[in-house]
C-alpha cells in the first residue's frame, strides 16, 4: 500500500474547487509550515552556539538569569508537549480505522511536538548564555503557528464539528496555548526592552549566584532541573572520585541562611506579642508566628501533594479500564469491525478512552507526574522545616544570651533545658513540618478512595473499607507503646553506660586486684534489663510492622468473600485488580497517619516548652546604666552576663606571709574622686529572690590601681562583682561607670583599649571547646609579645610543652581535659590579654598553689596589669597579698565592712586588722607543712601520663580514619573508588551469622515462604476471576456455586497463611537482631576486659566508650528495622518482576536495560549519601556543643561583651548543619525522582507487552498491579541499602575491636596445684628480667636482678621514666616479660594463672580510685570478708570514725570517682583495701604522692607498724619517704644502678641516691 500524505482511497483528497481552506488536508499541511520553520532556524544557531560552548570553560552559574515568565512559558510547554501527544494518538488510533494510511493526521503533530521540544531546549540555551535578541526566533514561530491553527478552528467551526469530537478539543486547547506563549513573548520584550525599544535593561544576577561559593542551585535553576534535581548530578557523580566534604557543598544560599529566617520568625513573633499585650493571661502563640512566617511554602506543598494524591488514583482507574478493554477485544474478535468513511474520520474522546495503548500511555504520564508533584512537595516542606530549625535555634540562642542569671542560678533553667530545647524540640518541630501536609492530604485521600472502591465494587467494598478503619486505632496504640519501650530503653542503657565508663577508668585497679569479672557481671545484669526492654521494644515493631502487611490482605479477603456471596455476577478481572491497587494506596495514609498524629502531639510540646522559655526572664537593658546624666551614655553600654549556676565555694586558705609590718609597701597616692571607675551608691541587689542579698552598697573603685575584696566563704564577694557586671535584679540604687579620665597621660593608650567591656575570669574556670590559644585570644587580634608575656605569667608554658600540639590542641569539654589548676590558669591568661581598661578577677588562686599563686601576683598582677594602668578588682582568701593593695573593700554577710587602704583600716579599725592577722599566722603553720606538696608538678605528671605515648597519641589521630577506610596502604585511584562504592558484605555476613545460623535460616525461609504465599494470592485472584468470565456454555447453578465455594476457600486459605507469615517473619527479623545484639555486646564487653593494659594507655576512653554508646545503639535499634525493609521491599520488588515475566516473557527484554540503569543509579547514590550523612553527623555536635558552652560561660561572654561574635558563630555553625541536611535530603530527592521514572518505563513496559501478548485478562491485570507496586519499593531498595552500608560501620568497628589480642589468662599450673596460703613466706627473687610492653617496643626493663628477703622493706627510686614502675607492673604480669623471671616463695609466677597470681598480691597506685557504690563495695567487691576486718582494715588507715561518722557506716554512699571524699581519704581507702587482702607482699607505687605531709606520716607508720611481717616494695616520688627502708634499688634507663642499704648508699659521697637526698631536702 502506497503512502499519501492525504491517504489514496479518497479521489476527492486533493480537490480544491471549493476553496483552498475548505480542504481538510490542505490546511493539516498548513501547519506543518511553522514548525519546519523553527527547525530550520533554530538548528543553526543551537549548533553553532554548542560548538562554542564546548570549548569555553563551563558557565559559571552566574548566568542563570531567568526571563520573565520563565516559570510560566516551561509550564505552558508541558502542556503543550502533552496536548501534541495526544493529537499524535488521536491521529494514530484514527487512522487505524481508515482503509488506507493518511499521514496528515498525525504527522503534523508529530513535527509539532518535535518543534515545541527544540523551543524550549533553544529558550534554555539562549537564557543561560543571556542573548535575549535571538527569542525573536520563538516571537514568530508562536504567531505563525497561532495564525495556522486558528485558521483550522475556523475551519471545524464552519464544517460544523460538534464539540464532543476530540479534534476539535485539541485544536481550540492549542489555539490558547499559542496564544498564551505569544504573550509570555510580549512580556519578555516589554520587560528587557530588548528590541523595538532604544535601551535595553541592563540585569543583574541574584546575589547569591555572584558567589562562587553557593552551590546549592535548587532555588536558581530552570523548571525542569528543579523537579527532576539534574544540577545535583555533578555532585553525586564527584562523589565517587573524592569524599563530599564542606567545601564541596559549599554556602547557604542567603534566603535559607538562619539569619534571615531569624529575621522572619521574630517579627511575626513580635506581632503576636502585641496581640496579646493588653492581655496579661494569654501568651504570644508561635503557631500562628510560624504560620505567618512560613505559612506560603505549606500551602505550596500541600498543592503538590493534593495534586500528587489526585494522580495516584489514575492507577487504579487506568488498570480497570486497560483489563476491561483487552477484555472486550478478545470476546469480540468475531466481530468485524466497520471501517469508517474518511469523510467522517472523527473520534469522540469516549471512544479514544477506550483504546488500550492510549490508556497504557496515559498511565505512564500520570505516574510521572504524579511522583515529580510528590518528590516536589517533599523538598517543599523539608525546606521550609530547615529553614524552621535554623530560626528557632537563632531565637533560642538570642534568649540564651538574654536570660537572667538568677534564672540559671535559682534552677528555672537547667543546662539540660536548654540542650534538650536544642537537640530535641527543635528537631520535633521541624520533623512535625515535614508530615504535616499529610495531616489534610490524607483524609482526602482515603475519602476518594473509599468512594472510587463503592463505585467499582459495591457495598462489599465498605466491608473491606471498614476493616481498615478499624484497625488502624490499634496502630496508635501500638506506636505510642514503642515511644514507652524506647525510653525506659534509654534510661537502662544511660546507667550500663554510666558502669561501662567506671570500668574503663579504674581498669587498671580492676586487672591488678583480679575484679574485672565482678565489675563485668555487674554491667551484664544492667544489660540483661535494657535487653528486656529492647524486647518488648522489637515486640512491638514487629507488630508494627505485621499490622502494616496484614491489613491489606486482611482487607482484601473480607471484601472479595463478601462479594462472592452478596453478588450474583461473578466478579470481574477488572474490578478486582483495580480494588487491588486501591487497597495499596489506602493502606500507606492509614499506616501514617498513627506517625503523623504522635508527632502531631509531641509538637504541640514542644510548642508549650519552647513559649515558656522564650517569656521567661531577662537581664535589664542597659538603659537603667544611663542614672547620671553627667556619665556618658556610651560608657553605660556596659553589658550584662551570667553566673555560673553553682559558686564554686571550696577555698584552700594557704598564705605565704611574711609579717607583714616589715614588707615595704608602695606609696600609694591619695585617692581623687574623679579617679573612680566604678562607684555603687546605695545599691541593693537581689538574685530574683525579691530578697537583697547585698544590701546598703556604697563602693568606690578607683581607676588605674587594684581594689581587692576579701571577707568569708559566702559573704557575697562575686556577688558583688556580678551586681556591678548587671548580672543581678538592682532593688534600689545605681552603678555607675566613669569614662576615662581625660587627663591621665596614658590616654592615648587606653583610647584603643574596649572602654566598656570588663576582662573576667569567673570563679569557676570555663573554657571553650577550642585550640589553647583560641581560650586565651578570646577573639582579639592575636599580638605574639603579648601573648607570651600573658602565658609566661601565668605559668602555663611548661604545661603547653606537655600537649601534643602545643597550644593548638583542642581543649574543653570534647577536647584534653585539663585539671582545675590549668583551667583556671588559661581563664585568667584570657583575662589579663584582652584589652580592656577594667579586670574583674574572681579567685583566682582558689585552685592554684603556693609557687604559683605567688608567679601569678608579682609577674601577672603587680607587673603585667599595673604596668598597663588597668584597673583591677581583685577577689581572694589570701590576706598574705594585701600589702599589696591600693584599695580594700572588705565584706560580711552581703554588705560592705570596711572599705579604704590598709592603712586606714589598720589605723581606724584595729580588732578587724589584728583578726587578719592571727589568720595570717594561723597560715603561716600550715604553709610549712604544704610546701611539699607541690600540687603543680602533680598535675603537669597527671597530664603527661594522659598523653604519655606521645606516639600512640599520633596514631590515635587517624585512628578513625583508618577504620572508615582501611585502604590507606594503597592510594591508587581505582581501588580507593571500588572501596567506596562497595557494599561492606564481609561485615553484613559476620552480622548475620553473630544472631545465630538457627535464626539466620528461619528468618531467610519464613520471608521466602510469605512473598511466595502473597504472589500465589494474587495468582489464584487472576485465575479464579479468568476462569469465572471465560466465554463457556452457561453452566447449570450447581456447578458454578460449587466452583465459587471452591475458589473462595482456597483464597481464604491462602491469605489466612500469609497473615500468619506476616507476623512470622517480622518476628524473627526482630528476635535475629536481638540475639545479634545481645552477642556482640557480650563479645565486646569481655573481649575489652580482658584487654592487655597497654591497648587502655594508647586508646583514648571516648574511642572505647564510643563503641559502647552510638554503635551499639545502632546495633540493638537501627539495624534490625533497616534489615527487615531492605529484605521486604527487595523481595517486593523481585517477586513483582517474576510475576510480570511469568505473564508476559517478553518484558524480560526490556528489563536490561532499565536493570543497568537502576544499578548505576543506586551505586552513585550510596556513595554520596554517606558522605552526607557522615557531613551531617559530624556538623551537628559542634552545633549542640556551642549552645552548651554558651549557657555555661554566659557571664563571662556578657562582661567582655562578645555576644555578637558568639551569635555570629552560632549562626555559621547553624548554616553549616543545614547545608549539609539540606544536600543530603535533595540526594533523596534526587534518588526518588530517578527511580520513580524507572518505576514509570516499568509500568509502560508492562502495559505495552502484557497488551500484546498477554494471556488472558487475569494476567494482565496481575502484571500491571505487580508493576505499580514496583514503584513504590524501587526507591526503597536504594535508600536501605545506603542506610545498611552506614549502619553496618557501627558493626565493622565493633568487630576491630573483637580481633584484639586478649591477656594469657590460663598459666601452666591448675589453680588447685597452687598452695591455698601461697605466697607465705614474701620472698622474692628477680632473675635476669627484661620487660617489654609490646612485642614491636624496646624493653623497658632490661636484665634486671634483685633479691628480696622475707619481711623486707624496699624502696625503689629513679627519675620518671627509669622503670620503676614497669617494674611493679612485672610483679603482676601486666606487661610483657620476655626473658628472665620473677620467682616469689619458689614458683615461676609466669607459671600461674593470672587470676591466682593477682588475687595474691597488693598494690597500692598512685592515682586513688573509688568506685560508686558503698564502701563496703570499695573494700571487697567480692564480700568474702567479715564487717570486723573491714573495721579493722579502717582503724588502720586511720578512718575508722570518719566512717562512723557518716550515715551508713560502711554502707555510706561513695560517689562517682570518690568525689565526696578528699584526695588524701581516697588514698588512705585504698591502702585500707589492700590491707583487707592480707596478701604478705605489697607493692606501693608513688603511692604518697597525692598527698600532704601529715596524711604521709600516718601511711609510713601504718605500713612500718601493720605491715611489719610483709614484704613491702615502695616506689618512692619523694626519696625521704625511703630513708628508713632495709634496702634500696636505684634505677636509670631500666637498668640498676645501686643496689644496698640507704645509710651505705649515703655514705657514697657522688653516689646517685645521695644526690638525690640532697635534692629533695
Known amino acids: 500500500m502506497r503512502l499519501a500524505f492525504c491517504g489514496n482511497d479518497n479521489a476527492s483528497a486533493y480537490n480544491i474547487s471549493a476553496g483552498v481552506l475548505r480542504n481538510v488536508c490542505f490546511v493539516d499541511a498548513l501547519n506543518l509550515v511553522p514548525h519546519v520553520f523553527l527547525l530550520f532556524i533554530t538548528f543553526p544557531i543551537l549548533f553553532i552556539g554548542w560548538g562554542s560552548q564546548s570549548s569555553k570553560v563551563q558557565i559559571h552559574h552566574n548566568t542563570w538569569l531567568h526571563f520573565p515568565g520563565h516559570n510560566l512559558r516551561w509550564i505552558l510547554t508541558f502542556t503543550l508537549l502533552f496536548v501534541h501527544v495526544c493529537e499524535i494518538a488521536e491521529g494514530i488510533v484514527s487512522d487505524t480505522q481508515m482503509k488506507s494510511r493518511h499521514l496528515h493526521l498525525f504527522l503534523p503533530a508529530i513535527m509539532g511536538f518535535v518543534a515545541a521540544t527544540v523551543s524550549i531546549v533553544y529558550y534554555h540555551n539562549i537564557e543561560t548564555s543571556n542573548f535575549p535578541k535571538l527569542l525573536l526566533a520563538l516571537f514568530l514561530y508562536w504567531i505563525m503557528a497561532f495564525v495556522t491553527k486558528t485558521i483550522k478552528l475556523v475551519r471545524y467551526c464552519q464544517d460544523g464539528v460538534p464539540f464532543s469530537q476530540l479534534r476539535f478539543c485539541i485544536t481550540g486547547i492549542m489555539v490558547i496555548l499559542y496564544g498564551l506563549l505569544m504573550a509570555v513573548e510580549i512580556n519578555v520584550i516589554r520587560v528587557r526592552r530588548y528590541v523595538f525599544f532604544m535601551n535595553p535593561q541592563k540585569v543583574k544576577p541574584p546575589e547569591d549566584l555572584q558567589d562562587l561559593g553557593v552551590r546549592f542551585l535548587q532555588p536558581f535553576v530552570n523548571l525542569l532541573s528543579k523537579a527532576t534535581y539534574w544540577w545535583m548530578n555533578t555532585l553525586i557523580i564527584s562523589a565517587h572520585k573524592k569524599p563530599v566534604d564542606l567545601k564541596a557543598i559549599g554556602k547557604l544560599p542567603i534566603a535559607m541562611r538562619a539569619l534571615t529566617n531569624y529575621v522572619c520568625l521574630k517579627e511575626a513573633y513580635e506581632e503576636q506579642k502585641k496581640k496579646v499585650a493588653d492581655q496579661p493571661n494569654r501568651s504570644p502563640s508561635i503557631w500562628l508566628a510560624m504560620y505567618s512566617a512560613f505559612g506560603r511554602p505549606i500551602l505550596l506543598s500541600s498543592t503538590f501533594r493534593y495534586l500528587a494524591d489526585l494522580l495516584g488514583f489514575a492507577g487504579p482507574l487506568c488498570i480497570s479500564g486497560i483489563v476491561q478493554g483487552f477484555q472486550d477485544t478478545t470476546n469480540n474478535t468475531n466481530a468485524t469491525e466497520k471501517l469508517k468513511n474518511p469523510s467522517n474520520s472523527y473520534l469522540s474522546s469516549e471512544e479514544f478512552l477506550r483504546n488500550v495503548y492510549v490508556l497504557a500511555v496515559l498511565l505512564f504520564l500520570a505516574l510521572i507526574l504524579q511522583r515529580t508533584f510528590l518528590q516536589a512537595s517533599y523538598y517543599v516542606t523539608t525546606e521550609t522545616g530547615i529553614n524552621l530549625r535554623g530560626a528557632l535555634l537563632a531565637m533560642i540562642y538570642n534568649k540564651i544570651l538574654r536570660l537572667s542569671t538568677s534564672n540559671l542560678s535559682m534552677g ?464 581572694t582568701h589570701k590576706l598574705q597579698y594585701l600589702p599589696h593593695a591600693d584599695w580594700i573593700i572588705a565584706m560580711k554577710d552581703g554588705m560592705v565592712l570596711r572599705e579604704g587602704t590598709l592603712k586606714d583600716i589598720q589605723t581606724k579599725d584595729t580588732e578587724l586588722y589584728e583578726h587578719w592577722k592571727t589568720l595570717m599566722n594561723r597560715q603561716d603553720q600550715e604553709l610549712e607543712k604544704d610546701m611539699e606538696a607541690d600540687q603543680t608538678t602533680l598535675e603537669r605528671k597527671t597530664l603527661r601520663r594522659a598523653m604519655y605515648p606521645r606516639e600512640s597519641k599520633a596514631q590515635l589521630e587517624d585512628e578513625d580514619e583508618e577504620e572508615e577506610e582501611e585502604e590507606d596502604e594503597d592510594d591508587n585511584m581505582s581501588t580507593v573508588l571500588r572501596l567506596r562504592t562497595k557494599m561492606p558484605w564481609k561485615t553484613c555476613w559476620r552480622y548475620l551469622t553473630s544472631g545465630g545460623f538457627f535464626l539466620l535460616f528461619l528468618m531467610i525461609f519464613s520471608k521466602l515462604l510469605k512473598h511466595s504465599v502473597i504472589v500465589a494470592i494474587d495468582y489464584w485472584l487472576a485465575t479464579w476471576t479468568s476462569t469465572d468470565n471465560a466465554n463457556e456454555p452457561r453452566s447449570i447453578g450447581d456447578v458454578k456455586n460449587k466452583r465459587k465455594t471452591y475458589h473462595v476457600a482456597v483464597f481464604s486459605i491462602l491469605s489466612g497463611a500469609g497473615i500468619v507469615l506476616c507476623l512470622i517473619t517480622s518476628l524473627t527479623v526482630e528476635w535475629m537482631g536481638l540475639t545479634a545484639a545481645k552477642n556482640l555486646h557480650h563479645n565486646l564487653l569481655n573481649k575489652i576486659i580482658l584487654g592487655p593494659i597497654r591497648f587502655f594507655d594508647t586508646t583514648p576512653l571516648g574511642l572505647i566508650l564510643n563503641r559502647f554508646s552510638a554503635d551499639t545503639n545502632i546495633i540493638d535499634q537501627h539495624i534490625p528495622p533497616t534489615l527487615e525493609s531492605l529484605t521486604r521491599s527487595t523481595l517486593l520488588c523481585l517477586s513483582a518482576i517474576g510475576m510480570i515475566s511469568y505473564a508476559t516473557p517478553w518484558f524480560l527484554v526490556a528489563l536490561v536495560p532499565l536493570g543497568i540503569a537502576f544499578y548505576f543509579i543506586q551505586k552513585y547514590f550510596r556513595v554520596a549519601s554517606k558522605d552526607l550523612q557522615e557531613l551531617d553527623d559530624s556538623t551537628q555536635l559542634p552545633l549542640l556543643c556551642h549552645f552548651s558552652e554558651t549557657a555555661e560561660g554566659l557571664t563571662t561572654i556578657r562582661a567582655f561583651g562578645h555576644e555578637a561574635r558568639f551569635k555570629q558563630r552560632m549562626l555559621e555553625l547553624t548554616d553549616t548543619n543545614n547545608i549539609a541536611y539540606l544536600f543530603l535530603s535533595a540526594a533523596n530527592r534526587w534518588l526518588e525522582v530517578r527511580t520513580d521514572y524507572l518505576g514509570a518505563c516499568i509500568v509502560l513496559t508492562a502495559a505495552v507487552t502484557s497488551i500484546t501478548e498477554g494471556p488472558n485478562s487475569g494476567f494482565v491485570g496481575l502484571g500491571l498491579l505487580y508493576a505499580l507496586t514496583i514503584t513504590n519499593y524501587l526507591n526503597w531498595v536504594v535508600r536501605n541499602l545506603a542506610d545498611l552500608e552506614v549502619q553496618m560501620g557501627a558493626v565493622k568497628k565493633v568487630h576491630s575491636f573483637l580481633n584484639m589480642e586478649s591477656e594469657n589468662y590460663d598459666g601452666y599450673l591448675d589453680p588447685s596445684q597452687v598452695p591455698k596460703d601461697w605466697p607465705q613466706e614474701g620472698e622474692i627473687k628477680i632473675e635476669n628480667l627484661c620487660v617489654r610492653y609490646e612485642n614491636n617496643l624496646k624493653p623497658v626493663l632490661k636484665h634486671v636482678k634483685a633479691y628480696i628477703k622475707p619481711g623486707q622493706k624496699v624502696g625503689i627510686c629513679g627519675r620518671t621514666g627509669s622503670g620503676k614502675s614497669s617494674l611493679s607492673l612485672a610483679f603482676f604480669r601486666m606487661v610483657d616479660i620476655f626473658d628472665g623471671r620473677i620467682v616469689i616463695d619458689g614458683i615461676d609466677i609466669s607459671k600461674l594463672p593470672l587470676h591466682t597470681l593477682r588475687s595474691r598480691l597488693s598494690i597500692i597506685l598512685q592515682d586513688p580510685i573509688l568506685f560508686s557504690g558503698s564502701i563496703r563495695f570499695n573494700l571487697d567487691p567480692e564480700c568474702k570478708c567479715t564487717d570486723d576486718r573491714l573495721w579493722e582494715a579502717l582503724e588502720i588507715a586511720q578512718l575508722k570514725n570518719m566512717v562512723k561518722s557518716l550515715p551508713g557506716g560502711l554502707d555510706a554512699v561513695v560517689t562517682e570517682g570518690g568525689e565526696n571524699f578528699s584526695v588524701g581519704q581516697r588514698q588512705l581507702f585504698c591502702l585500707a583495701r589492700a590491707f583487707v587482702r592480707k596478701s604478705s607482699i605489697l607493692i606501693m607505687d608513688e603511692a604518697t604522692a597525692s598527698i600532704d605531709m601529715a596524711t604521709e606520716n600516718i601511711l609510713q607508720k601504718v605500713v612500718m607498724t601493720a605491715f611489719a611481717d610483709r614484704t613491702v616494695v615502695t616506689i618512692a616520688h619523694r626519696v625521704h619517704t625511703i630513708l628508713t627502708a632495709d634496702l634500696v634499688i636505684v634505677m636509670k634507663r631500666g637498668n640498676i644502678l645501686e643496689y644496698d642499704t640507704p645509710e651505705n648508699l649515703l655514705s657514697q659521697e657522688d653516689g646517685i641516691f645521695a644526690s638525690f637526698v640532697r635534692a629533695d631536702m
Open 412 to 875: 528555672e533553667m537547667t543546662l539540660g533545658q536548654i540542650n534538650n530545647l536544642v537537640a530535641i524540640e527543635t528537631n520535633q518541630l521541624m520533623w512535625f513540618l515535614f508530615l504535616c501536609p499529610n495531616l489534610w492530604a490524607m483524609p482526602v485521600q482515603i475519602i476518594m478512595g473509599v468512594i472510587l472502591l463503592y463505585n467499582l465494587l459495591g457495598v462489599s467494598a465498605l466491608v473491606g473499607a471498614a476493616v481498615i478503619v478499624l484497625l488502624a486505632p490499634i496502630q496508635y496504640f501500638i506506636a505510642t507503646k514503642l515511644a514507652e519501650a524506647q525510653k525506659s530503653t534509654l534510661d537502662y542503657s544511660t546507667e550500663r553506660l554510666k558502669k561501662t565508663n567506671e570500668i574503663l577508668k579504674g581498669i587498671k585497679l580492676l586487672k591488678l586486684y583480679a575484679w574485672e569479672h565482678i565489675f563485668c557481671t555487674s554491667v551484664e545484669e544492667t544489660r540483661m534489663k535494657e535487653l528486656t526492654s529492647l524486647k518488648t521494644f522489637a515486640l512491638h515493631t514487629s507488630l508494627s510492622i505485621f499490622m502494616n502487611a496484614a491489613i491489606p490482605i486482611a482487607a482484601v479477603l473480607a471484601t472479595f468473600v463478601t462479594y462472592a456471596y452478596t453478588n450474583d455476577k461473578p466478579l470481574q478481572p477488572a474490578q478486582a485488580f483495580a480494588s487491588l491497587s486501591l487497597f495499596h494506596i489506602l493502606v500507606t495514609p492509614l499506616f501514617l497517619l498513627s506517625t503523623v498524629v504522635r508527632f502531631a502531639v509531641k509538637a504541640i510540646v514542644s510548642v508549650q516548652k519552647l513559649n515558656e522559655f522564650l517569656l521567661s526572664d531577662e537581664i535589664g537593658d542597659d538603659s537603667w546604666r544611663g542614672g547620671d546624666s553627667s556619665v556618658a551614655y556610651e560608657s553605660c553600654k556596659k553589658h550584662t552576663g551570667l553566673h555560673t549556676k553553682a559558686i564554686n565555694r571550696r577555698q584552700p586558705l594557704r598564705y605565704q606571709l611574711e609579717s607583714y609590718e616589715q614588707l615595704s609597701r608602695r606609696p600609694t597616692r591619695p585617692v581623687e574622686i574623679d579617679d573612680i571607675a566604678i562607684k555603687v551608691t546605695n545599691g541593693y541587689f537581689s538574685w530574683g529572690s525579691g530578697l537583697a542579698t547585698l544590701s546598703n552598697i556604697n563602693i568606690r573603685i578607683p581607676t588605674g590601681q587594684m581594689t581587692m575584696i576579701v571577707g568569708q566563704v559566702g559573704c557575697g564577694k562575686s556577688s558583688l562583682l556580678l551586681a556591678i557586671l548587671g548580672e543581678m535584679q538592682t532593688l534600689e540604687g545605681k552603678v555607675h561607670w566613669s569614662n576615662v579620665n581625660e587627663t591621665e597621660p596614658s590616654f592615648e593608650a587606653s583610647r584603643s583599649r574596649n572602654r566598656y567591656s570588663v576582662a573576667y575570669a569567673a570563679q569557676k574556670p570555663w573554657l571553650l571547646n577550642a585550640t589553647v590559644e583560641e581560650n586565651i585570644i578570646f577573639g582579639s587580634p592575636f599580638n605574639k609579645q603579648r601573648y607570651k608575656a600573658v602565658t609566661d605569667a601565668c605559668s602555663l608554658q611548661p604545661d603547653i610543652d606537655l600537649l601534643p600540639f602545643g597550644d593548638q590542641t583542642e581543649i574543653g569539654e570534647r577536647g584534653i581535659n585539663l585539671s582545675g589548676g590549668q583551667r583556671q590558669r588559661i581563664c585568667v591568661a584570657r583575662a589579663l590579654y584582652q584589652n580592656t581598661n577594667i579586670v574583674f578577677l574572681d579567685d583566682p588562686f582558689s585552685a592554684l598553689d603556693i609557687h604559683l599563686s605567688d608567679h601569678l601576683m608579682q609577674e601577672g598582677i603587680l607587673k603585667f596589669l599595673q604596668e598597663d594602668k588597668r584597673t583591677l578588682v581583685l577577689v
